[in-house]
Protein backbone atom coordinates (compact mmCIF):
# COMPACT_ATOMS: atom_id res chain seq x y z
CA UNK A 1 0.00 0.00 0.00
CA UNK A 2 3.04 2.73 0.73
CA UNK A 3 3.60 2.44 -3.06
CA UNK A 4 -0.06 3.38 -4.10
CA UNK A 5 0.43 6.40 -1.57
CA UNK A 6 3.81 7.37 -3.66
CA UNK A 7 2.08 7.07 -7.12
CA UNK A 8 -1.22 8.94 -5.77
CA UNK A 9 1.20 11.95 -4.86
CA UNK A 10 3.44 11.62 -7.76
CA UNK A 11 0.18 11.55 -10.01
CA UNK A 12 -0.64 14.76 -8.20
CA UNK A 13 2.45 16.34 -8.38
CA UNK A 14 2.41 15.62 -12.38
CA UNK A 15 -1.20 16.60 -12.47
CA UNK A 16 -0.31 20.22 -10.78
CA UNK A 17 3.04 20.51 -13.27
CA UNK A 18 0.28 20.18 -16.33
CA UNK A 19 -1.54 22.65 -15.10
CA UNK A 20 0.94 25.07 -14.52
CA UNK A 21 2.79 24.42 -17.34
CA UNK A 22 -0.59 25.39 -18.75
CA UNK A 23 -1.52 28.31 -17.18
CA UNK A 24 1.93 29.56 -18.50
CA UNK A 25 0.93 28.91 -22.00
CA UNK A 26 -2.33 29.93 -21.81
CA UNK A 27 -0.75 33.63 -20.62
CA UNK A 28 2.22 33.45 -23.12
CA UNK A 29 -0.13 32.83 -26.04
CA UNK A 30 -2.97 35.01 -24.59
CA UNK A 31 -0.71 38.70 -23.39
CA UNK A 32 0.30 38.82 -27.47
CA UNK A 33 -3.48 38.87 -28.08
CA UNK A 34 -4.55 41.36 -25.22
CA UNK A 35 -1.87 43.73 -26.10
CA UNK A 36 -3.23 43.75 -30.12
CA UNK A 37 -6.96 43.96 -28.69
CA UNK A 38 -5.59 47.30 -26.52
CA UNK A 39 -3.42 48.26 -29.19
CA UNK A 40 -6.73 48.15 -31.85
CA UNK A 41 -8.96 49.90 -29.13
CA UNK A 42 -6.77 52.47 -28.52
CA UNK A 43 -6.40 53.53 -32.20
CA UNK A 44 -10.37 53.47 -32.55
CA UNK A 45 -10.18 56.17 -30.06
CA UNK A 46 -7.72 58.08 -31.24
CA UNK A 47 -9.24 58.10 -34.67
CA UNK A 48 -12.97 58.59 -33.42
CA UNK A 49 -12.83 61.97 -31.94
CA UNK A 50 -14.53 61.82 -28.83
CA UNK A 51 -16.40 65.23 -29.10
CA UNK A 52 -17.86 67.26 -31.51
CA UNK A 53 -15.94 69.00 -34.53
CA UNK A 54 -14.80 72.21 -33.32
CA UNK A 55 -14.12 73.65 -36.49
CA UNK A 56 -16.09 74.47 -39.85
CA UNK A 57 -15.19 75.13 -43.38
CA UNK A 58 -17.07 77.05 -46.14
CA UNK A 59 -16.11 77.83 -49.69
CA UNK A 60 -17.08 80.61 -51.60
CA UNK A 61 -15.73 80.43 -55.23
CA UNK A 62 -12.07 80.78 -54.52
CA UNK A 63 -12.09 81.37 -50.98
CA UNK A 64 -11.76 78.80 -48.46
CA UNK A 65 -12.64 80.39 -44.51
CA UNK A 66 -12.22 78.19 -41.32
CA UNK A 67 -14.65 79.01 -38.08
CA UNK A 68 -12.87 77.89 -35.05
CA UNK A 69 -14.52 77.12 -32.09
CA UNK A 70 -13.10 79.11 -28.84
CA UNK A 71 -14.18 81.21 -26.05
CA UNK A 72 -13.99 84.90 -25.90
CA UNK A 73 -10.43 84.79 -24.31
CA UNK A 74 -9.02 82.36 -27.23
CA UNK A 75 -6.71 84.25 -29.63
CA UNK A 76 -5.36 82.46 -32.78
CA UNK A 77 -1.71 82.05 -32.91
CA UNK A 78 -1.35 80.05 -36.14
CA UNK A 79 -3.47 78.19 -38.45
CA UNK A 80 -1.79 74.93 -40.74
CA UNK A 81 -3.20 73.15 -43.67
CA UNK A 82 -1.69 69.36 -44.65
CA UNK A 83 -2.83 67.60 -47.78
CA UNK A 84 -4.40 64.56 -45.97
CA UNK A 85 -3.16 61.92 -48.26
CA UNK A 86 0.88 63.03 -48.10
CA UNK A 87 0.68 65.05 -45.20
CA UNK A 88 2.58 67.52 -46.84
CA UNK A 89 2.54 71.02 -45.40
CA UNK A 90 -0.03 73.01 -47.54
CA UNK A 91 0.18 76.25 -46.14
CA UNK A 92 0.89 78.00 -42.09
CA UNK A 93 0.10 81.76 -41.35
CA UNK A 94 0.66 83.07 -38.17
CA UNK A 95 -0.65 85.58 -35.74
CA UNK A 96 -4.09 86.66 -37.75
CA UNK A 97 -3.78 90.94 -37.82
CA UNK A 98 -8.05 91.42 -37.69
CA UNK A 99 -9.99 90.62 -34.83
CA UNK A 100 -11.68 88.31 -36.82
CA UNK A 101 -9.12 86.53 -37.49
CA UNK A 102 -8.04 86.33 -33.60
CA UNK A 103 -11.28 85.16 -32.77
CA UNK A 104 -11.33 82.23 -34.72
CA UNK A 105 -12.90 83.24 -38.51
CA UNK A 106 -9.99 82.65 -40.82
CA UNK A 107 -9.96 83.33 -43.86
CA UNK A 108 -7.18 81.14 -45.81
CA UNK A 109 -4.46 82.08 -48.30
CA UNK A 110 -5.00 85.76 -47.17
CA UNK A 111 -1.37 86.55 -46.75
CA UNK A 112 -2.58 90.27 -45.83
CA UNK A 113 -4.33 89.41 -42.51
CA UNK A 114 -1.70 87.19 -41.26
CA UNK A 115 2.10 88.64 -39.74
CA UNK A 116 3.54 85.99 -41.85
CA UNK A 117 1.87 83.31 -44.39
CA UNK A 118 3.94 81.03 -46.46
CA UNK A 119 3.32 80.54 -49.43
CA UNK A 120 1.36 83.89 -49.73
CA UNK A 121 -0.42 82.93 -52.52
CA UNK A 122 -3.11 79.84 -53.12
CA UNK A 123 -2.12 76.56 -54.72
CA UNK A 124 -3.44 75.78 -58.20
CA UNK A 125 -4.76 72.72 -57.39
CA UNK A 126 -5.83 72.45 -53.55
CA UNK A 127 -5.81 68.72 -52.11
CA UNK A 128 -8.90 66.61 -52.25
CA UNK A 129 -8.58 66.37 -48.62
CA UNK A 130 -7.50 68.92 -45.99
CA UNK A 131 -6.25 68.84 -42.31
CA UNK A 132 -6.56 71.91 -40.52
CA UNK A 133 -4.87 72.74 -37.53
CA UNK A 134 -5.49 76.01 -35.24
CA UNK A 135 -3.06 76.89 -32.69
CA UNK A 136 -3.60 78.96 -29.69
CA UNK A 137 -0.26 79.32 -28.65
CA UNK A 138 0.52 77.52 -25.26
CA UNK A 139 -3.29 76.52 -24.51
CA UNK A 140 -3.39 74.31 -27.35
CA UNK A 141 -5.80 74.00 -30.50
CA UNK A 142 -8.50 72.24 -32.38
CA UNK A 143 -8.30 70.43 -35.93
CA UNK A 144 -10.55 68.64 -38.11
CA UNK A 145 -10.55 66.78 -41.31
CA UNK A 146 -12.42 68.34 -44.59
CA UNK A 147 -13.20 66.56 -47.92
CA UNK A 148 -13.40 69.46 -50.39
CA UNK A 149 -15.81 68.00 -52.13
CA UNK A 150 -18.27 67.23 -49.84
CA UNK A 151 -17.56 70.90 -48.16
CA UNK A 152 -18.74 72.29 -52.36
CA UNK A 153 -21.15 69.56 -52.52
CA UNK A 154 -22.80 71.27 -48.84
CA UNK A 155 -23.04 74.53 -50.08
CA UNK A 156 -23.33 76.12 -46.62
CA UNK A 157 -25.53 79.21 -46.19
CA UNK A 158 -23.92 82.80 -45.63
CA UNK A 159 -22.56 82.66 -41.74
CA UNK A 160 -22.90 78.61 -41.82
CA UNK A 161 -19.76 76.11 -42.19
CA UNK A 162 -19.76 72.57 -42.78
CA UNK A 163 -18.53 70.51 -40.00
CA UNK A 164 -18.55 66.37 -39.85
CA UNK A 165 -22.17 66.57 -37.75
CA UNK A 166 -23.37 68.95 -40.33
CA UNK A 167 -23.85 72.58 -40.75
CA UNK A 168 -23.95 74.95 -38.38
CA UNK A 169 -23.21 78.77 -37.74
CA UNK A 170 -20.26 80.27 -35.80
CA UNK A 171 -22.62 81.30 -33.55
CA UNK A 172 -23.59 77.17 -32.94
CA UNK A 173 -19.95 76.44 -32.74
CA UNK A 174 -18.65 78.81 -30.81
CA UNK A 175 -21.83 77.63 -28.27
CA UNK A 176 -19.88 73.54 -28.21
CA UNK A 177 -17.25 75.02 -25.31
CA UNK A 178 -18.26 75.56 -21.97
CA UNK A 179 -16.84 78.92 -21.68
CA UNK A 180 -18.18 79.55 -17.54
CA UNK A 181 -21.18 81.18 -18.50
CA UNK A 182 -20.18 84.30 -18.55
CA UNK A 183 -17.59 84.94 -21.08
CA UNK A 184 -14.82 86.35 -18.83
CA UNK A 185 -11.06 84.49 -18.93
CA UNK A 186 -11.28 82.04 -16.29
Same mark, same amino acid.
Given at each position: MPGTTTNGVAERRRGGKVLVIGLI??????APIALAFLWIKFLTVMSDPVGPGLLGLRIDGDTLTVKTAQCPWDRVRLVELHDSESEKLVWRADEPLTEEGRGG?????AAEEYRTSRPATRPAELPKQ???SVGYGSEGGVGGFFDLAVVRAAAPPAGS???PEGI *??? *????ELLDCGGDGTAP
Open positions: ALAIFALLRLWLDVYWT *RTG *RELD
